[in-house]
């Protein structure tokens, strides 16, 4: 049976290591990149109880009353609650996927920022737009939102030594020390400067048993999460152990693979902004998640994603590369994502 590459990215992560092993990784990161838009990630320095905690909190949190998890509800941006449409609890089918809801539950979480996006929505007084602040934490489990706190900040490290990388494979030229670096240049340092203010998002995802009938041929009647690609950079997703329920569509665009977790390994795929950069030399590959196995699951994906603002459009090395025309004109991320974000609770 086929599996996922692994690939450790600790060559990026260390500031002694030697060229020839970066190359090495950069090389690695191209042929899983154009084959799956899928791998393995270790070598991230996140210890694995550390990673335990993160998913034995999150579990901690869903098996609470729903009383008590909806203090945290998310609210529309329109509403009279003055919620950001985005961020906080959602209970179960509250997500939107291709028009059906999805069987799963969630907190989200997104970079906390201080300055109005782009669309505005109309409302009563203390109306917040979409995707503006802050995140909703939970009171209980009580170390919940400091330990999250700290993972993030080692993720976000992890998603810009990545995406560092991401730029050495594609053999991007190295940056000129001379240029101010504005982000329209095209170096290999072109996805770390788009990154440097990642709007990024978390969520900790609760999924029960689909109650669908067992057998593998059955028709698929619900989903725990909808076929998507995911939005923006890279997706650093933590799971629990259950197997079985990440499905990752391979290039025939037929065959599921299992995506199934390794132990202290994180499960990474690429986003919509890292195929518009490439002009789809690499793709955002398509996944779901039908989880018919014992027990539930809890997963914890990080989005690390581009800055809110950063603009996106196909790098002149990979149109060349591609030999295609640009695949779009060029937008912001924020564009992106608010079209997405819109399209999740209000399809
Ligand atoms: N921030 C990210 N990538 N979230 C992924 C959610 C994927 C499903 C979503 N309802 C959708 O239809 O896109
Ligand atoms: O739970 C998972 O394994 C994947 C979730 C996912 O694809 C997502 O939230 O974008
Ligand atoms: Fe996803």
Same mark, same amino acid.
């Given at each position: 049976?086929?599996?996922?590459?692994?690939?450790?990215?600790?060559?990026?992560?260390?500031?002694?290591?030697?060229?020839?092993?970066?190359?090495?990784?950069?090389?690695?990161?191209?042929?899983?990149?154009?084959?799956?838009?899928?791998?393995?990630?270790?070598?991230?320095?996140?210890?694995?109880?550390?990673?335990?905690?993160?998913? #034995?909190?999150?579990?901690?949190?869903?098996?609470?009353?729903?009383? &008590?998890?909806?203090?945290?509800?998310?609210?529309?941006?329109?509403?009279?609650?003055?919620?950001?449409?985005?961020?906080?609890?959602?209970?179960?089918?509250?997500?939107?996927? &291709?028009?059906?809801?999805?069987?799963?539950?969630?907190?989200?979480?997104?970079?906390?920022?201080?300055?109005?996006?782009?669309?505005?929505? #109309?409302?009563?007084?203390?109306?917040?737009?979409?995707?503006?602040?802050?995140?909703?934490?939970?009171?209980?489990?009580?170390?919940?939102?400091?330990?999250?706190?700290?993972?993030?900040?080692?993720?976000? *490290?992890?998603?810009?030594?990545?995406?560092?990388?991401?730029?050495?494979?594609?053999?991007?030229?190295?940056?000129?020390?001379?240029?101010?670096?504005?982000?329209?240049?095209?170096?290999?340092?072109?996805?770390?400067?788009?990154?440097?203010?990642?709007?990024?998002?978390?969520?900790?995802?609760?999924?029960?048993?689909?109650?669908?009938?067992?057998?593998?041929?059955?028709?698929?009647? #619900?989903? #725990?999460?909808?076929?998507?690609?995911?939005?923006?950079?890279?997706?650093?997703?933590?799971?629990?152990?259950?197997?079985?329920?990440?499905?990752?569509?391979?290039?025939?665009?037929?065959?599921?693979?299992?995506?199934?977790?390794?132990?202290?390994?994180?499960?990474?795929?690429?986003?919509?902004?890292?195929?518009?950069?490439? *002009?789809?030399?690499?793709?955002?590959?398509?996944?779901?998640?039908?989880?018919?196995?014992?027990?539930?699951?809890?997963?914890?994906?990080?989005?690390?994603?581009?800055?809110?603002?950063?603009?996106?459009?196909?790098?002149?090395?990979?149109?060349?590369?591609?030999?295609?025309?640009?695949?779009?004109?060029?937008?912001?991320?924020?564009?992106?994502?608010?079209?997405?974000?819109?399209?999740?609770?209000?399809?």
């Amino acid at each position: 049976m086929m599996s996922l590459p692994i690939i450790d990215i600790s060559p990026f992560l260390d500031a002694s290591s030697s060229p020839a092993s970066r190359q090495q990784v950069a090389l690695f990161i191209n042929n899983a990149c154009t084959e799956f838009g899928f791998f393995y990630l270790t070598g991230h320095g996140i210890p694995q109880a550390k990673l335990e905690e993160i998913i #034995s909190l999150a579990r901690q949190f869903f098996a609470l009353p729903n009383e &008590q998890k909806n203090k945290i509800k998310r609210h529309d941006a329109a509403g009279p609650e003055g919620g950001d449409g985005a961020r906080g609890y959602q209970g179960m089918g509250e997500n939107v996927t &291709q028009g059906k809801k999805d069987m799963h539950e969630a907190i989200d979480l997104y970079r906390e920022w201080d300055h109005a996006p782009t669309v505005e929505r #109309s409302g009563g007084p203390g109306t917040r737009s979409t995707l503006q602040g802050p995140n909703l934490w939970p009171d209980e489990p009580g170390k919940l939102k400091p330990v999250y706190l700290a993972y993030i900040k080692q993720l976000q *490290n992890v998603g810009s030594a990545l995406v560092r990388a991401m730029g050495q494979a594609l053999e991007l030229p190295p940056p000129d020390p001379n240029s101010a670096g504005t982000p329209e240049t095209e170096d290999s340092e072109v996805f770390v400067r788009n990154t440097d203010h990642s709007f990024w998002v978390m969520r900790l995802i609760g999924y029960p048993k689909l109650t669908t009938p067992v057998s593998p041929d059955a028709p698929i009647t #619900s989903l #725990s999460c909808g076929e998507h690609t995911d939005y923006g950079c890279v997706t650093l997703l933590l799971t629990d152990p259950t197997p079985g329920a990440l499905q990752v569509l391979l290039k025939d665009g037929t065959t599921w693979l299992n995506a199934d977790p390794i132990p202290g390994a994180f499960v990474v795929n690429i986003g919509d902004m890292i195929e518009r950069w490439t *002009n789809g030399l690499w793709k955002s590959t398509r996944h779901r998640v039908i989880h018919r196995g014992e027990g539930y699951r809890v997963s914890v994906p990080f989005f690390f994603e581009p800055n809110f603002e950063a603009v996106v459009r196909p790098l002149e090395r990979c149109v060349e590369r591609s030999g295609k025309e640009a695949m779009h004109e060029g937008s912001t991320y924020g564009e992106h994502l608010l079209g997405k974000v819109f399209g999740n609770f209000y399809g």
